[in-house]
Every structure is written in C-alpha cells, then in structure tokens.
C-alpha cells in the first residue's frame, strides 16, 4: 500500500472478513486487485479460497497473490517457508474470474504456528519482516512499471507432490487443529478474541462468566493468540491426542 500509494495511485487495504464487493470493489477495469493471505497446510487457507470463488466476475482487471509462509531463523540464517500450492491456485481462480494475472510470490513472515512452536524473538522477528519488506517493495515496484513476475515453481512443484496431505488438511484437519484451544485460568472473558476473529469461529459462553469457545470454523490462523491481553490461549495438545 505504502509503494503504490508512492507511485500515485489511490489505494485500499481491505480484510477479507470485511470485504463486500458492492462497496469495496470500484467500478474502473483498470484496477489492480492484490491478494495477500497466510499459508496454511501448504496450501490456501478454505477461508481465503472461499472468498476468491465468491468475487464476480473481474473481466479486464490487473492482480497479483502474495501467499505469505513460515519463515524461521537459526543463528545467522534465514529458512524460507513453503507456500505449496497456495499463489497458483488463487492465481487460478482470479484467472477463470477474468483477471490477467500480473505476479505470484511466495512472501516469508515470521512462523507464528505457536500451537506448535514457541513464537520467534523480536531480532528474529525484525531480521525475517526487514527482509520481506525490501522483497515486497521490489516486487510491487515492478508490478507497477508494467511488468509482470512469476515465482513459486519449486514450491508449486512440492506442493502437488504434497496434495493429498493439503486436501486432507482443508477437508478433516482444519476442524481437529480447532479443538486444540481453550482459555487458561487468566482469562478475563474480555471477548478480543471473538470479537477479531476472521473466521467468526469463537463463541463467548455462558452469559454469566463468558469464556471462549472454539467452533469447527476455526481456521487456526492464531489471531486470536495475538490479540489476547493476558496471554491466556493456549493449546492443549493432549487434549488432541485424545480426541484423535
């Protein structure tokens, strides 16, 4: 947003939880739709694909899809995530939308599967989102003077090698990781989290002394982790283990 709007042209950043075509989608062809989402399952999240299938038709736009991916640190050095399938498939749909697809880039952000791993320093942090920031702008930057980018194919590649193991994830899994959550003792039944809930998969409940509740909608994208004031998410992989 901050290149674009650099370069001259007005520009909105919408969530996709918020997003309605009637209002947010405006009226010139010429327009550049960007699709920007974390990777999950080495694909797309189905919250994300969802929203992509139910666009209109966009004959005559410009878009690009930045799927974002786990990278991590150890030491000096930076992994890269894997993004599978996730730029191509969207690319895919935005295409049979009308859309004349621009770019696709697998973009590294900071690991935040803290159901799994404890969550990276702030140097790692820094290192990993200073890095993704001069690739983004370099990429946009050449989006914006006509050009056209594709990359990703290593990681299309493995991610098809991989699919059984992305539908398995997008058709059973997803609903399992969801029961993975719960509140701790330092809950304050504040409701932040239903509240920023992308997914609206958490429920407060009962009324007298509300606590969180996870829902099968749940898209464990951690957001509700992040936004907690008193640290009180937390994933109960026992809990897990007996229930698969």
């Known amino acids: 947003a901050g290149e674009t709007s650099t370069a001259g042209s007005e520009t909105r950043v919408v969530p996709v939880e918020r997003f309605r075509a009637d209002r ?33 038709r966009m004959r005559g736009w410009d878009a690009f899809v930045v799927p974002t991916r786990a990278g991590t640190r150890f030491g000096p050095v930076c992994l890269p995530g894997m993004e599978g399938t996730a730029g191509w498939l969207l690319a895919l749909i935005l295409a049979l939308k009308g859309c004349r697809i621009r770019g696709v880039m697998g973009l590294d ?3 935040n599967w803290m159901a799994l791993h404890p969550g990276l320093g702030m140097k790692s942090v820094n290192i990993i989102t200073g890095r993704a920031r001069v690739k983004a702008d370099g990429f946009i930057g050449h989006i ?22 992305s539908a398995g994830y997008l058709l059973v899994g997803r609903f399992f990781l969801s029961k993975l959550f719960f509140a701790d003792n330092g809950c304050t039944g504040c409701g932040l989290c239903a509240a920023n809930c992308p997914a609206r998969a958490i429920r407060m409940w009962p009324r007298s002394r509300p606590r ?27 809990w897990g283990v007996l229930l698969y």
């Open 109 to 111: 952000m900071p690991s």
């Open 144 to 165: 914006l003077a006509g050009e056209t980018r594709y990359a990703g194919f290593v990681p299309l590649i493995l991610g098809l090698v991989l699919f059984p193991v």
């Open 212 to 238: 969180p509740y996870w829902t099968f909608s749940c898209e464990s994208c951690m957001r509700c982790v992040a936004f907690c004031p008193e640290r009180a998410v937390q994933a109960g992989h026992s």
């Open 24 to 56: 947010d989608l405006p009226e010139d062809v010429r327009s550049l739709l960007g699709l920007l989402f974390p990777t999950h399952g080495f694909t797309a999240p189905w919250l994300v694909i969802w929203f992509a299938l139910r666009l209109p």
